[in-house]
């Protein structure tokens, strides 16, 4: 991590992702086809999300120090590979899928000299990297991403020197470098981006930032702590969570008018995603510390239009991520320890409308 750089997460990744089955999280013992102990002794975990349809979601994390890619079809979960056009480091940090055939992936790879930023498409064969500028003869990072339609859409991240905020935009045929808003707080770049439509875009990190189809601007700079996540399903309801270690969780609401701070929660907390379906149907996941979950234990949250209820799930670990299609239809991602192992796995969960239930992955 390079710079002022956000606290998105620095996650590094492998490519030896496994199908997933529908096991309990802390279940212990090998699995059928699991991978020599010399290759599965390292840790392991899914950072993102993103689902489109029931028989299509993505998600991606790491496996050591290599990325990974994993793709949902409906029935199981099974392994895509990437590409990893770094010499040093190669690290996804968010997806974004529309369609089987159109999904995206943003993050960074090591050249020797320093971090460029990295984006690579899915097309329903295979990964391609596709180029992007780097504005900086610093290191850059693209931590977020979200499409308006295949031919508008928008990542964020940050780069070097006293303008840190990094805004790409691609129109279909390439990526090309948009100004960022003055103003703010500076030395901080962005983490988090979700699109309402071709003229509302938010964008997020210590400043949230708008997109009016023109130009962008700076709406707020928050007092504590900085939002790496952004999910709205209207103009009038956006939602973005972050780190705290104030009393209170950090997320924050757009009502069409002003941004607030909402959601009471543990005595620390790290919200790492964000998944609003509709205006009383919205997910917050991520993880707790407190008295009263004794340990770091896995958090979830739920908007119901009215009160927030946590969800308390069994689960030791820490969620990353989250997407929701429909009401019946959410997963969430992130790691956990099992019982007879210090290293990290995947922890892969699903809401089909009247609770959840956890995956882990095996090999």
């Not at 709205?232 to 069409?256: K, L, N, Q």
Request: net charge negative; glycine share 12%; with cysteine.
């Amino acid at each position: 991590m390079t710079g002022a750089r956000i606290q998105a997460g620095l996650f590094c990744a492998s490519a030896l992702v496994l199908a997933a089955t529908a096991l309990p999280a802390d279940a212990s013992g090998p699995a059928a086809g699991s991978v020599a102990p010399s290759v599965a002794h390292v840790d392991q975990g899914l950072t993102a999300v993103s689902a489109d349809s029931r028989s299509d979601a993505w998600a991606i994390g790491y496996r050591g120090d290599r990325p990974v890619v994993k793709h949902w079809d409906g029935a199981t979960w099974a392994s895509v590979p990437v590409q990893q056009p770094g010499t040093a480091a190669n690290e996804l940090h968010a997806v974004d899928a529309l369609s089987p055939t159109d999904v995206w992936v943003v993050g960074e790879y090591g050249s020797g000299s320093g971090d460029l930023p990295l984006v690579e498409h899915w097309d329903g064969t295979g990964f391609t990297v596709v180029p992007i500028l780097n504005p900086s003869s610093q290191s850059a990072a693209l931590w977020g991403i979200s499409a308006v339609s295949s031919t508008n859409i928008w990542a964020v991240g940050d780069k070097g020197g006293a303008d840190p905020s990094l805004i790409e935009h691609w129109d279909g045929t390439r990526w090309r470098v948009v100004a960022s808003p003055t103003g703010g707080t500076q030395y901080v770049g962005l983490a988090g981006v979700t699109t309402i439509s071709r003229h509302d875009v938010w964008a997020s990190g210590a400043n949230i930032d708008h997109w009016n189809g023109r130009r962008w601007r700076v709406v707020t700079t928050l007092q504590d702590g900085s939002l790496t996540d952004l999910s709205g399903d209207s103009a009038t309801d956006v939602w973005g969570v972050g780190p705290a270690t104030s009393p209170d969780g950090f997320a924050e609401h757009w009502d069409g008018n002003s941004w607030s701070l909402v959601l009471t929660s543990c005595s620390y907390s790290d919200f790492g995603g964000v998944a609003a379906v509709a205006a009383d149907d919205v997910w917050v996941v991520g993880e707790c510390t407190g008295q009263q979950f004794g340990h770091q234990r896995v958090a979830i949250y739920h908007w119901n239009g009215s009160t927030w209820r946590h969800l308390r799930n069994p689960h030791p670990g820490q969620l990353s991520g989250v997407s929701a299609v429909s009401a019946n239809n959410a997963w969430a991602v992130g790691s956990h320890f099992t019982k007879r192992s210090s290293f990290r796995k995947n922890l892969i969960e699903h809401w089909d409308g009247t609770s959840w239930t956890a995956y882990r992955a095996t090999g």
